[in-house]
């Protein structure tokens, strides 16, 4: 197939994209960001040079990975957050339409209100989005069930990969422990699902190739919260019983943008279809320590 891919200079494109080449797909790169010499420059939120480059491309699909997924610059500057995540998704869907491209739009959890405790399905109620960020991403997602129908809408969880790309949660934890940290600090009233990046681009092949459009929750099995994940990081590095780790609220780290309770995953719709090839969240972060630790 040939598949235009948005966002390519991205941590979720760094595993997607190799995904993508191994199973010999021809592929268009674009980002905003050319970071890479193969991406090609595109601005989403230009709807005239969206339609144009997608026209001339032809592609079989448009893999729209691109997103402004900073939450709290989304809460800042909210015209910004909705002309990327909302507007932007609003020119891919229109080229889709225009060309007859199949769309793959990658979405969050934070598209629920948060207030669920046990895992959210596809079928509950959205909206209530108590941060910005969750409210331009539902936007998207409306913008492409109002459209098309040729299409997938993926919901990922707490996302983890691309270590120099990310340098988020997991990296940031990681660098405290190699700098001799024998003490930690990790919110645990807040909750969700890990969600790694090689496990999701693997499953995504798997999911489109199955021509099974529709809405699907992607993310790795099992919950926790970020105290869970700081306690599994320090067993993982060989420290278990070496370094402290101490829950707090998260009223100890104020945000910009306010976070949900929840934002639990249950892939209920990839269960049914047979799709669901995730791992436990635990056993994929275990491997993705031992691959990266050593990195700076």
């Keep these: 197939m040939k598949i235009l891919i948005t966002g390519a200079a991205g941590m979720l494109a760094a595993e997607v994209i190799p995904a993508l080449l191994k199973a010999e797909h021809n592929l268009v790169q674009t980002d905003i960001n050319r970071r890479l010499p193969d991406i090609e420059a ?11 480059r997608v026209l001339r491309a032809e592609p079989d699909y448009i893999f729209h990975l691109a997103a402004e997924t900073n939450v ?6 909210p015209d910004h957050a909705f002309k990327v995540n909302a507007e932007g998704t609003e020119n891919i869907v229109k ?6 491209a199949g769309l793959v739009y990658i979405s969050t959890g934070n598209v629920f209100n948060g207030e669920k405790k046990t895992p959210f399905i596809e079928s509950d109620v959205m909206g209530g989005c108590v941060n910005i960020y969750g409210r331009s991403k539902l936007r998207g997602e409306e913008a492409v069930v109002g459209v098309l129908t040729r299409y997938f809408i993926i919901r990922a969880g707490w996302m983890v990969g691309g270590w120099e790309l990310d340098k988020k949660f997991v990296y940031k934890i990681i660098q405290q422990l190699k700098n001799g940290k024998k003490e930690l600090i990790a919110v645990s009233d807040k909750v969700g699902t890990p969600t790694f990046t090689r496990d999701f681009a693997a499953n995504l092949i798997n999911v489109v190739s199955s021509k099974k459009y529709g809405l699907y929750h992607m993310a790795n099995k099992g919950t926790c919260s970020r105290y869970d994940m700081a306690v599994k990081i320090v067993e993982y590095m060989g420290l278990a019983g070496k370094v ?3 829950p707090v609220d998260s009223s100890r780290f104020p945000l910009p943008a306010p976070r949900p309770y929840s934002e639990m995953l249950e892939n209920r719709n990839l269960e049914l279809m047979g799709l669901n090839n995730m791992p436990h969240w635990e ?4 491997i993705y320590i031992e691959e990266n630790r050593n990195k700076k």
């Design 42 to 52: 595109l601005d989403v939120s230009d709807a005239a040079t969206v339609l144009e």
């Design 72 to 77: 709290d610059l989304c809460e800042k500057e």
């Design 95 to 100: 080229a889709c339409k225009a060309s007859g």
């Design 244 to 246: 402290k780790v101490d």
């Design 283 to 286: 056993e994929s972060l275990r």
